[in-house]
């Protein structure tokens, strides 16, 4: 009964941002960052599936559809894009998404081992660069 009556404004409290203008600059940089790794990391995608000889490389510009080509271009039906949204589904979904992207890498002639490293920070960047350009 004590929970009922227990009063939550201090946990409320934590919850909500912090507006004041420090924060202003900092949600600026991660906008700027996030559009600059989006944009990066798009083209990469564009290079790879020009190498692949892929029809709809612009697909990589658009945020669905570019796992819709992935699993097209990794050999994998394009339809797992739709599991991706489906509850306990998109776990197998992600599997076979991990796996077109080790064939797409294979079919590049580069190392699929070389996918681990895209786990850590900044180095994933480098790693995408050498699939898309190296």
Do not use: R
């Not at 404004?9 to 949600?27: C, E, H, P, T, W």
């Not at 790879?48 to 029809?55: N, R």
């Not at 796996?99 to 900044?122: C, D, E, H, Q, S």
């Amino acid at each position: 009964m004590a929970f009922l009556t227990y009063d939550w404004s201090f946990v409320y409290l934590l919850a909500q941002s912090n507006q004041s203008s420090g924060s202003a600059g900092g949600s600026f940089f991660s906008f700027i960052f996030g559009l600059a790794a989006y944009i990066f990391g798009s083209y990469c995608f564009y290079k790879i599936y020009q190498k692949l000889g892929e029809p709809n490389a612009w697909f990589a510009w658009i945020p669905i559809l570019n796992n819709w080509i992935m699993y097209k271009a990794g050999g994998q039906s394009p339809w797992w894009t739709i599991a991706i949204f489906i509850p306990l589904v998109n776990f197998v979904a992600l599997i076979f998404l991990i796996i077109a992207f080790v064939n797409v890498v294979k079919k590049l002639g580069k190392n699929p081992w070389l996918i681990l490293l895209m786990i850590i920070p900044i180095v994933n960047f480098v790693v995408l660069y050498n699939f898309a350009f190296g």
